[in-house]
């Protein structure tokens, strides 16, 4: 199993970012996938998560602002990020956990991150 994270940044408050993760190694289209992140001397936090049948879960923190998706033939999973705040900064991780608590025992495969970092 392989994840390959990218399009982190530095953006300003408000501004925009859309992270990708291409997969390989398993059957992406019948695979559950999740966003985590880890804030500077925090934990591993879920983000979101979306299943094989496109349905979607999101954390109360990022919800209207963030929107995950999926693009079944090129075997990759994206984050949309608008409206980005200070406290979005992070490295965030695309995983095959399938949900917050998987997320919490780092359970399933994990990409290296991209750093996303929120600042004026």
């Known amino acids: 199993v392989q994840l390959v994270e990218s399009g982190g940044g530095l953006v300003q408050p408000g501004g925009s970012l859309r992270l990708s993760c291409a997969a390989s190694?398993?059957?992406?289209?019948?695979?559950?996938m999740s966003w985590a992140r880890q804030a500077p001397g925090k934990g591993l936090e879920w983000v979101s998560t979306?299943?094989?049948?496109?349905?979607?879960s999101y954390v109360d923190s990022v919800k209207g602002r963030f929107t995950i998706s999926r693009d079944n033939g090129k075997n990759t999973v994206y984050l949309q990020m608008n409206n980005l705040k200070p406290e979005d900064t992070a490295v965030y991780y695309c995983?095959?956990?399938?949900?917050?608590?998987?997320?919490?025992?780092?359970?399933?495969?994990w990409g290296q991150g991209t750093q996303v970092t929120v600042s004026s």
């Open positions: 995983t095959t956990a399938r949900s917050a608590r998987e997320v919490r025992r780092n359970w399933g495969d």
């Open positions: 190694g398993f059957i992406f289209s019948s695979s559950t």
């Open positions: 979306i299943y094989s049948d496109g349905t979607t």
